[in-house]
């Protein structure tokens, strides 16, 4: 959803009336007497959803460009929680506590939710209207008397449940002598910079913070003037707990906040309900979210006393993403919030390099798995890994999810800190992946996760994401290399046939031929089917099969194209590539003479692959180094 300014328009817009005009606009638009859930969940729903990856969780594209890598927990927030409660089950009796690591995205999500609502009730499909001068910009249905609810509800199938506040039920009697329909009704629009339907409460110090900044307070001045510290003219109703009524309100650190203000939740939640002053229990409709990390939530979860709001809540957990593509969308999202990035040309590999250790660092040990850590990134960012089966994958991916991975780890702030510290130590325009990995190596001993896992864990990780972006690097060479090449890929390919039509022929009887019969070269032919992973046994099955393929185009082997078999394409070129690998160090000495301009036809290639004129050059002569050793 895009966050942009909204404005009212339409019939709608800057409506007023009396509670019975308002009425005649419920009964055409049963919708405006949403609660706060349903009010949200609408919100999100209205901006749709589309299927998730491999059959994993749905998408919700109010979400879209603000929060990567956390379809799953988001799905959870918005079916299993505002779903349920807009529907009016037991969810919307519970506070909304998220749980994850630092820098995981809980504020941001919980932002996108309070961007969303400033701008939904700005629209004519989300507006809300309220009691004109109530501090809690009160629900109108709440005017109705208990009989005429009944009635409503019959009629409506719903009713929102709560009474007045001590503030309006004073104006009701006093000033409109109970005629409840004549009471003003209007339009409002919530605003956090107003205190309108958006509260938010960050804790402080526990001796000087008052829990009247929750439920309001006195106003001592104006006790002499009305005589009773009970009556509502001599109450402050300006806590946050009033601001944030029909809407949101977002406990930052919310397990921080001492004891006092946690037991005021405690009816909030169940009830609906809040004590203040010398009033009746005061009704409140509000989606109530926290967040905090993980040890605090450990801390509190361990702690008895905290049981009765442990069962008021329902957590639901935010790790960090564990897909690299999801971790470079994040890095680019924070570093473009400079101008600086204008002027930088990250190479292809850069920042997915430094994504790489970050994802590393957040997965939890498998003894049990025959893959290595980069084949489980792999696997995890929705790559097709050569070797591995679907169900060896899908274990991968299971094991991540049920494994508390993402809880822990390198956080995105750290490593942007370490992008931005490349950016002015570069020596140039570009900045490639051998640079950032130096730059994240020299600061890692500044995060705490340093002291807990230790540097040769750390060094671990950097080293696994070098090989990773060695392998890639390398491929792109190589695709480059083999599409200049790739006369020479033909010919191999038309060799290795040459090879198998004469392996499977019968051989032929000796007569005059003093040389006797030609052999097969054998060792041309599994230098071509053993990056294929055919074994000695397979190697008939195999040629047989790919004879008949050929034979299929009317024995012209010319006509048909390697390239349609994938496998077969990979181990032709990457034989390709390293018969050229002489060329490579030729390039890397500077001295590429004997290839003509095709070297430079490669880094053309690269240019349109991404890599500038800088880092092209740059990226033959790392693989020319790879190849050499």
């Not at 009212?8 to 419920?26: M, N």
């Not at 702690?303 to 709001?309: G, I, K």
């Not at 047989?544 to 181990?571: C, I, K, N, P, T």
Request: with cysteine; aromatic share 8%; glycine share 10%.
């Amino acid at each position: 959803m895009a966050l942009e300014e909204a404005r009212p328009s339409g019939a709608l817009s800057g409506w007023s009336g009396t509670l019975a005009q308002y009425l005649e606009l419920v009964v055409d638009r049963p919708e405006l007497a949403d609660d706060a859930h349903a009010r949200l969940y609408r919100m999100i729903h209205a901006a749709g959803r589309r299927p998730g990856e491999q059959g994993g969780p749905a998408v919700w594209a109010f979400f879209d460009g603000e929060l990567y890598g956390l379809e799953a927990a988001v799905d959870v927030l918005v079916e299993e929680y505002l779903h349920s409660a807009a529907l009016g089950l037991e969810p919307r009796r519970r506070i909304l506590l998220l749980v994850g690591p630092v820098g995981g995205g809980k504020s941001t999500l919980v932002w996108l939710l309070k961007r969303g609502l400033e701008a939904w009730t700005a629209t004519d499909a989300g507006a809300v209207y309220g009691i004109v001068g109530c501090p809690m910009q009160e629900d109108p249905l709440h005017l109705l008397p208990p009989a005429l609810r009944r009635d409503w509800a019959r009629r409506m199938g719903t009713f929102p449940s709560g009474d007045l506040c001590p503030r309006c039920r004073l104006v009701l009697d006093e000033e409109y002598g109970g005629r409840y329909l004549d009471m003003p009704v209007a339009r409002i629009w919530f605003s956090e910079a107003e205190r309108v339907g958006i509260g938010t409460f960050v804790p402080s110090d526990p001796k000087s913070q008052d829990v009247a900044e929750l439920t309001g307070s006195l106003d001592f001045s104006t006790i002499t003037q009305y005589g009773s510290e009970s009556d509502p003219r001599a109450f402050r109703f300006d806590g946050e707990l009033y601001r944030a009524n029909r809407g949101l309100m977002e406990f930052q650190e919310m397990l921080k906040l001492d004891e006092r203000f946690l037991y005021q939740l405690l009816g909030l939640a169940q009830e609906g309900q809040f004590k203040a002053g010398r009033f009746a229990l005061i009704s409140a409709d509000q989606v109530v979210v926290g967040h905090t990390n993980e040890h605090e939530y450990r801390a509190f979860a361990a702690n008895p006393r905290n049981e009765a709001l442990l069962s008021r809540m329902i957590v639901i957990r935010v790790p960090y993403p564990l897909k690299v593509r999801d971790e470079v969308a994040i890095y680019k999202k924070l570093l473009g919030h400079s101008r600086l990035m204008e002027t930088v040309h990250w190479a292809p590999g850069a920042l997915e390099a430094a994504a790489s250790v970050s994802v590393l660092s957040r997965l939890k040990d498998r003894p049990d798995t025959v893959a290595d850590p980069v084949t489980r990134l792999e696997v995890l960012n929705g790559e097709d890994v050569p070797g591995l089966s679907p169900d060896e994958a899908a274990a991968i991916r299971e094991h991540a999810a049920q494994s508390s991975a993402g809880m822990e780890g390198l956080d995105p702030r750290f490593v942007v800190n370490r992008l931005a510290a490349a950016v002015v130590r570069r020596g140039g325009p570009c900045i490639d992946a051998p640079a950032v990995l130096r730059a994240l190596e020299a600061g890692m001993g500044q995060h705490a996760l340093a002291e807990r896992t230790g540097s040769e864990r750390l060094q671990q990780w950097i080293g696994q994401a070098r090989r990773a972006y060695d392998e890639r690097v390398r491929r792109d060479v190589e695709r480059q290399f083999v599409a200049v090449f790739s006369d020479h890929a033909r010919a191999l390919f038309q060799r290795y046939l040459d090879q198998v039509d004469l392996w499977l022929r019968p051989p032929a009887p000796r007569g005059g031929d003093a040389d006797g019969p030609a052999v097969p070269d054998e060792a041309l032919m599994r230098s071509i089917e053993e990056p294929l992973g055919i074994l000695e046994a397979q190697r008939r099955t195999f040629r047989e099969e790919l004879w008949l393929r050929v034979s299929a185009v009317g024995g012209q082997r010319e006509a048909w194209d390697y390239r349609v078999h994938a496998r077969l394409r990979q181990a032709v070129e990457r034989r390709v590539f390293d018969q050229l690998a002489d060329l490579l160090a030729l390039e890397a000495t500077g001295d590429a003479s004997g290839a003509g301009g095709r070297l430079r036809a490669v880094v053309e290639g690269l240019a349109e692959a991404g890599y500038c004129a800088r880092c092209g050059p740059g990226a033959l002569k790392y693989v020319a180094e790879l190849q050499a050793r």
